[in-house]
């Protein structure tokens, strides 16, 4: 199984320049999530999905959208990026249910200048 | 809302001792879990270990072990025999049973020396 994937690896975005960071899982994962990563931080949520068709925001959404209508995939849009959104972009999903892994992706480096 | 405390930004361990990394965290929720990842400069999300806030026991796996003390609201990460390859960010983490959201500490970076 290749897990979660995520594309692509690396990007440089102008600033007002818009993207989307894909995210696909074939471990028929209901929970899914977009983390950023800030250099020597610890990760925060942008959007979680519980299931298709199903969305919530996390902890920083601002500037961030996202869909999921279908189980493996939750791809991640950047309208107007920012200098604010450079960053390291994870995609993570996990099994129903308290106390399980979160399985993450090799992240995506963003770099908008 | 939760809270992830680490302290320690930084740390030097000699090969083959152990190591306890710090977290402390905030919640007002009765039921939680709180999780260990490790990050080595590859930059991937290694799951190390995990504790219910409603476990009976410590939790254990392979070198790790967690010292989860409940009324100071640690959940301290210890590392026996420490190899070069720990040599790497470790991050704690709180989940929210809503959607199994994780809260993250800042993180500490573990050097492992020969």
């Known amino acids: 199984n290749a897990g979660v994937t995520q594309t692509p690896k690396f990007r440089i975005l102008k600033i007002g320049q818009s993207m989307t960071l894909q995210c696909t899982q074939d471990m028929n994962h209901n929970y899914m999530y977009w983390y950023r990563q800030d250099p020597g931080m610890g990760l925060k949520l942008i959007y979680y999905s519980v299931g298709a068709g199903i969305t919530d925001k996390g902890e920083v959404p601002n500037g961030y959208n996202v869909s999921r209508s279908t189980t493996e995939d939750f791809p991640l849009r950047l309208e107007l990026a920012a200098p604010s959104q450079t960053s390291v972009y994870f995609c993570?999903?996990?099994?129903?249910?308290?106390?399980?892994?979160?399985?993450f992706g090799p992240g995506t480096r963003l770099t908008v200048t | 809302a939760q809270k992830i405390t680490q302290t320690q930004p930084g740390m030097f361990v000699q090969e083959k001792e152990a190591v306890t990394l710090d977290c402390t965290y905030d919640?007002?929720?009765?039921?939680?879990?709180l999780f260990w990842y490790k990050q080595p400069s590859s930059g991937e999300m290694i799951f190390l270990i995990y504790q219910g806030s409603y476990d009976q026991q410590n939790a254990t796996e392979g070198r790790y072990s967690l010292n989860f003390q409940k009324a100071r609201k640690s959940a301290n990460l210890v590392i026996s025999a420490s190899q070069l390859g720990d040599s790497a960010m470790y991050f704690c983490a709180m989940e929210e049973t809503a959607g199994n959201k994780l809260t993250f500490g800042g993180g500490t970076r573990v050097l492992v020396k020969p």
């Open positions: 993570a999903s996990s099994q129903t249910g308290t106390g399980k892994e979160q399985y």
């Open positions: 919640t007002s929720d009765p039921s939680y879990g």
